[in-house]
């Protein structure tokens, strides 16, 4: 037998509290699982997708093709090319006002082969390891760079893709020797570009940064990124989806983000919200949507409300929104389009009728992740729900409402976007004001003000969900803005500074500590908790790990928007460019750093879905990381980086209108036995190894 040694006796008494912090909480499923984004008991698969079959028979090389066939070019059913030949920097490009204007003579014939110059620069062969074009790294000159890249894409069909393309200063994309698109500055844009059968050429211009600054020593400038998918009608092939359910999405604006709340399983059930205020029950077995409650002002009216004259005219939208559920309710496949938008119109008229019995309670506010972009919360007996309108409610799982009330305070700027928790017998949510609403009741606990109600930018406002914890027997929980509050009465214990404004990471728990990842600098701090709590409330210790990303690209902001995972002694982040930064906890040292290839689509006014804000994931023994487009890749955890697999889901929003585009993905997994659980904006899938 070993002889322990003083690094263990150290540990006895982390080891204690990290018992009492972690198994001492109730019991919950709510965001994140339990917070952590740890499902250590599934087994999930790490494969599986739904490609169009157009997709499918795209191929790709840099060089010029030698014959009409395919050759032994590399087949492309990610949509990405990852070989491209690039210039630069092009002494006519640096002056360019415009994207659109030839630089070079009769730049759209551009054919280069490897070795060509171009002024005074010659072609370079590249390969990518992600949708990532980050033609300035290559060349070895970060900066303001003016360049061009080319590549050939076969397609064995034809016809019209569709393509999403970031790019972060002013570029010009020519197709076939056509110019396709061109803006003078930054921008992300999806495009319906038609390929010929066979060979074609794609040439892209990159200016240096007009009007768009990259901050003085960033990387990755000029930067694009090209993913190609199919276009409607489509044939797909899918790959291990056991079903997937269509839920009804409001569609308001290009850039609005809704359908983005995490989806919770309770015994045999799935639960998620939908907008604008509906709790969906499905069956788990079979995606079939068992039940649908709606939670809007006319639902949460109190007696006294309904004696207003004004309520009368909201009784007959309420009808006719309850005959468009049953429509939902039929299985009869997506409600159709005209359904739907007549569903979006009745639900404003009904908040417009009762915005006339009270002006200022039933009043929403601007939410960019939606009215209904939350995770519901469950003790395993019922199912809770929190609203961006303040609409509030407990049911039963077959669906019988035990209670529901609307406290309303206004939103600030990008809106609320956190969930609720449950924690000390209280369901507890931020919107200003911290509330705890008794969760057997529904009557509120304790309210405490946190941020002023007017302004945009209030200080210490947060977007992120509290993190319960407990420390021998006291519940507490802390906040997106690094506060902490004590859960039995809501007193807030102590505050950090650090902060600022608008974190939008939530705070999670793991080996006995609180970790918060803050964007004004990239940094997370690490709270140790004490071993008990006293007055005033002090952490056994507190770190400072600085992220730093500056060496890649990026295009809107470098933030990290998903909070950590952590396993076995190593922090797993993603920024909302897709880089993974792998940090040693024990050693205080980034161990690896990449941009992962998550095919992520980003344009300033995405609202929720600008960039990546999906947490990682644990399950079994890999780590999962969703991009906000579909893609997903897999990994084994450790201090190497090593793929298992790259999955990809094509699907269609907003078919047939002016923005449509990539289904996107903001929601966090949920993992379940052999399940996982993923949701697109209009669509959630259950995928199950076959």
Request: glycine share 10%; charged share 20%; hydrophobic share 40%.
């Amino acid at each position: 037998m070993h002889k322990p040694t003083r690094a263990y006796w150290r540990a006895i008494p982390l080891l204690l509290l990290y018992a009492s912090s972690a198994f001492s909480a109730e019991s919950t499923i709510g965001w994140r699982n339990d917070g952590s984004g740890k499902f250590p008991t599934a087994d999930p698969p790490t494969t599986w997708g739904r490609v169009s079959k157009a997709v499918k028979g795209l191929r790709y090389q840099a060089d010029k093709p030698k014959d009409a066939g395919p050759g032994d070019s590399k087949a492309m059913a990610g949509g990405v090319a990852l070989e491209w030949l690039v210039t630069g920097p092009v002494p006519q490009l640096e002056s360019a006002k415009t994207a659109k204007d030839d630089t070079v003579p009769d730049e759209a014939a551009l054919d280069p082969a490897e070795g060509d110059k171009l002024s005074a620069t010659a072609w370079k062969k590249i390969a990518l390891d992600s949708a990532c074009l980050d033609i300035a790294s290559y060349l070895g000159k970060p900066g303001a760079v003016a360049a061009f890249a080319c590549t050939h894409i076969y397609s064995d069909t034809g016809g019209n893709f569709r393509l999403q393309f970031t790019h972060n200063n002013g570029a010009r994309l020519m197709v076939n020797g056509k110019e396709a698109y061109q803006q003078a500055q930054a921008s992300g844009v999806r495009l319906k570009i038609a390929l010929a059968k066979g060979w074609n050429r794609i040439l892209v211009k990159v200016l240096p940064p007009g009007s768009w600054k990259i901050p003085a020593g960033q990387g990755g400038s000029p930067m694009a990124n090209l993913v190609f998918y199919g276009a409607p009608p489509c044939e797909y092939e899918t790959t291990n989806i056991a079903w997937s359910t269509a839920i009804p999405n409001t569609y308001t604006y290009f850039g609005s983000a809704s359908g983005v709340g995490q989806p919770i399983v309770v015994k045999d059930r799935v639960f998620l919200l939908g907008e604008v205020h509906d709790l969906y029950c499905l069956n788990k077995a079979d995606g079939k949507i068992l039940w649908i409650r709606p939670n809007g002002y006319f639902e949460a009216a109190t007696d006294e409300d309904k004696k207003n004259p004004a309520f009368k005219e909201a009784e007959p939208i309420a009808a006719k929104l309850e005959a468009l559920r049953a429509v939902i309710l039929s299985g009869a496949g997506p409600i159709p389009r005209a359904k739907l938008d007549e569903k979006i119109k009745l639900e404003g008229e009904l908040y417009g009728a009762m915005a006339k019995v009270d002006s200022k309670r039933f009043k929403r506010s601007g939410v960019d992740v939606g009215n209904a972009g939350y995770a519901p919360v469950s003790d395993g007996r019922n199912v809770y729900v929190w609203f961006a309108s303040g609409v509030t409610a407990c049911y039963d799982l077959d669906g019988k409402c035990v209670w529901m009330r609307c406290e309303n305070v206004p939103s600030f700027e990008h809106g609320y976007s956190s969930s609720p928790v449950l924690v000390d017998g209280k369901l507890i949510v931020y919107m200003r004001d911290l509330i705890a609403f008794d969760a057997k009741t529904g009557d509120v606990a304790w309210r405490t003000p946190l941020t002023k109600h007017e302004g945009a930018n209030p200080e210490g406002y947060f977007h992120g969900t509290p993190q319960p914890v407990n420390i021998g027997g006291t519940a507490l929980l802390m906040l997106g803005n690094g506060t902490v509050v004590r859960a039995s009465d809501g007193k807030v214990l102590s505050t950090d500074p650090r902060t600022g404004k608008q974190v939008i990471c939530s705070p999670i728990f793991d080996r006995g500590a609180l970790f918060l990842t803050t964007i004004w600098p990239s940094q997370v701090l690490e709270y140790t908790l004490p071993a008990a709590v006293s007055d005033p409330f002090k952490f056994a210790s507190q770190k400072t790990r600085p992220i730093p990303t500056s060496q890649f690209p990026f295009f809107y902001l470098d933030w990290h928007m998903s909070s950590p995972l952590i396993h076995d002694g190593l922090m797993y982040l993603l920024n909302n460019s897709g880089v993974l930064s792998v940090y040693d906890l024990e050693k205080d040292a980034l161990v690896y750093q990449r941009m992962l290839d998550l095919d992520h689509f980003q344009a300033h006014n995405e609202s929720a879905a600008r960039g990546i804000g999906v947490s990682p994931a644990l399950a079994g023994n890999h780590l999962y990381f969703f991009g906000n487009s579909g893609a997903c890749v897999v990994l084994e955890p450790g201090r190497q980086y090593k793929e298992v697999a790259k999955n990809r889901i094509e699907a269609v929003a907003e078919e047939g209108t002016w923005g449509e585009r990539q289904e996107r993905s903001v929601a966090n997994p949920f993992f379940d036995g052999k399940r996982l659980y993923f949701r697109g904006e209009s669509t959630l899938y259950a995928i199950e190894k076959k």
